[in-house]
């Protein structure tokens, strides 16, 4: 399996934002649902945004109209845009596909939120 790679997490002050990415091999890239999963200290993974080839979007209520998720078929890559970010985003961020390619996951990207 091929492992995707995460980037662009940081510290950043409640209130900020971060904008993270995801390199994908265009094999996984062109025919999955791409999502971006977060997994905070001690809970488990969970899915927070995901896009699909077309570009329809859903998002986790918690999420919801703070982060935008976004793909760009030319780079195969998928973006997460967060903003207004609150101490309880703070976790590490993956991209994988929706379901999640169990081979794929990769080493996450750090989000931390904090004063």
């Known amino acids: 399996q091929v492992q995707l790679v995460e980037s662009g997490g940081g510290l950043v002050q409640p209130g900020g934002s971060l904008r993270l990415s995801c390199a994908a091999p265009?094999?996984?890239?062109?025919?999955?649902?791409m999502g971006w999963y977060r997994q905070a200290p001690g809970k488990q993974r969970e899915l927070v945004a995901r896009?699909?080839?077309?570009?329809?979007?859903n998002y986790a209520d918690s999420v919801k109209g703070r982060f935008t998720i976004s793909r760009d078929s030319a780079k195969n890559t998928v973006y997460l845009q967060m903003n207004s970010l609150e101490p309880e985003d703070a976790a590490v961020y993956y991209c994988?596909?929706?379901?999640?390619?169990?081979?794929?996951w990769g080493q996450g990207t750090q989000v931390t939120v904090s004063s």
């Open positions: 994988n596909t929706v379901p999640p390619l169990p081979g794929s």
């Open positions: 265009g094999s996984i890239f062109s025919i999955n649902i």
């Open positions: 896009i699909t080839r077309i570009g329809s979007t």
